[in-house]
């Protein structure tokens, strides 16, 4: 989720314009609302013209989309994920913001994310809480849990072995699973959540003694499984050309349930399976 260093120009112009793009679609929606009231003769035009007038944040840019505006035009930090990448995620934020969208890491493209998801709900979940600090002082507006991992890259190939077992596959909170890929001590809100979409795109995973993303892959397709009143989660996992995210995404969230590779990312659609607990797992 951090990005490197030194990134293209280009896509930080490219965030900009998206973001340029979202404001507006908002503003043009807003129009077309303001366009479809009663003549100006009537009662109730003229209320709501009354109201415009009063309201401090008639005709202003959202606040959540200035800040994004501000911080993309003025870093020179940019999203690890390529132009390609993000536009996949992109493209299904447009068609089901405002939505609840989780997502593990916390980096300089948070706010972009954010934004996308105006007027939803977004959480980002962070392995390392001096960077939660940092990144809270400069966007305190953004929603953001420690969490603690025990695993270690390392241990990939036992925890693939674990994640084969009955108690893996069955369908739960993964709170209350046996399972020992299962994130277990996440905040409430993220169990309790209807979640819309979800991104994986940490915890650390380039090194032996890294966490890595194997229970977060396997409670991501748990919570889009497990997810209550039916209906799909759109879930990414970002950096894909490693072995435990290739592995761990085919294995827990389907090869039959990816729609997209993009570069590193891939994209799943995840149907509920609360009410339809003979489904298989994974789909034959």
């Known amino acids: 989720m951090r990005p490197k260093p030194h990134q293209s120009l280009n896509l930080k112009l ?63 930090i940019t999203p690890q994920q390529t132009l390609k990448e993000i536009s996949v995620s992109a493209r299904v934020l447009e068609k089901r913001s405002p939505c609840n969208f989780l997502v593990f890491g916390l980096g300089h493209d948070s706010l972009m994310w954010s934004a996308l998801n105006h007027g939803g709900r977004t959480i980002f979940l962070e392995e390392d809480s001096a960077w939660i600090e940092q990144i809270r002082r400069r966007f305190p507006m953004l929603e953001s849990y420690h969490v603690a991992y025990d695993s270690k890259v390392k241990e990939a190939d ?59 892959i396997y409670t991501a397709g748990m919570l889009a499984r497990n997810r209550d009143k039916g209906g799909d989660t759109d879930v990414f996992v970002h950096d894909v ?17 990816m729609n997209k590779q993009e570069g590193r990312l891939r994209h799943f659609t995840i149907p509920s399976h609360r009410d339809h607990l003979d489904k298989s797992f994974c789909p034959p």
Do not use: Q
């Open 241 to 257: 050309n490693r072995v435990v995210e290739d592995k761990f995404s085919k294995a827990f969230l389907c090869d039959k349930y």
């Open 158 to 216: 036992n925890l693939m072995e674990v994640g084969r077992g009955s108690e893996c596959t069955a369908i739960g909170d993964p709170r209350y699973s046996m399972c020992g890929l299962a994130l277990k001590g996440l905040p409430s809100e993220v169990y309790e959540t209807r979640w819309d979409v979800i991104m994986v795109d940490a915890p650390t995973g380039y090194y032996e003694e890294a966490p890595g993303r194997m229970s977060a």
């Open 14 to 76: 490219i965030i900009v314009a998206v973001l340029v793009t979202l404001f507006v679609l908002l503003v043009l929606i807003s129009n077309s609302s303001t366009s479809n009231l009663p003549p100006a003769g009537n009662s109730e035009a003229k209320t709501s013209k009354t109201d415009c007038s009063l309201s401090s944040n008639c005709g202003k840019i959202l606040a959540s989309l200035s800040e994004a505006l501000i911080h993309y035009a003025t870093s020179s």
